[in-house]
């Protein structure tokens, strides 16, 4: 009966770093969202993995920031040579299914600080 | 593309009190979803209450209740006989059923529960 869970809790990383933010769906969850939420912000949309379909990247704010994810199970994203304005809270989500009807269950995030 | 809005950074209330939160939203769709949701310190966001904009009947939940206007795209939140454990961030969201699989957030209020 496990949730989502997000790993690291914390992450402390020097500006030009490269991070990887791990994300593990609830299980038989098909769909897995990631967003990102800035101080003081609402939740931006990042990335949708439905299935074995090819993700919806239409969040991804540049080229440095990409993700995967094997099957139906977990998810890395990966940000590379960091820069100060990606620090923020991750959070990851799953679903059973991609209609809208279905639940999205969070998990509790991935503080990002870049220095 | 679709903007949800959160006018009231902050709002507080007395225990026992009833307190309604305000969000408005902007779409040129006839079909989508809206929702409330819930997110402590923990920073685990919890599904509050769901609304489909076809149904004209107002979604509740125990003390949650919202106030549906389409015309005018507004989604208020009602809590009733407010709680201390209801202090958290609470963030509208909406989905539209031809937007593919973004889920739209606002800004987020602030509720802090006075004993």
Known sequence: GAGVSQSPSNKVTEKGKDVELRCDPISGHTALYWYRQRLGQGLEFLIYFQGNSAPDKSGLPSDRFSAERTGESVSTLTIQRTQQEDSAVYLCASSFGSSVSYEQYFGPGTRLTVT | ?115
Request: hydrophobic fraction near 30%; charged fraction near 15%; charge should be neutral.
């Open chain 2, 1 to 115: 593309a679709q903007t949800v809005t959160q006018s009231q950074p902050e709002m507080s209330v007395q225990e026992a009190e009833t307190v309604t939160l305000s969000c408005t939203y902007d779409t040129s769709e006839s079909d989508y979803y809206l929702f409330w949701y819930k997110q402590p310190p923990s920073r685990q966001m919890i599904l509050v209450i769901r609304q489909e904009a076809y149904k004209q009947q107002n979604a509740t939940e125990n003390r949650f209740s919202v106030n549906f206007q389409k015309a005018a795209k507004s989604f208020s939140l009602k809590i009733s006989d407010s709680q201390l454990g209801d202090a958290a961030m609470y963030f509208c969201a909406y989905r539209g059923s031809n937007t593919g699989n973004q889920f739209y957030f606002g800004t987020g209020t602030s509720l802090t529960v006075i004993p």
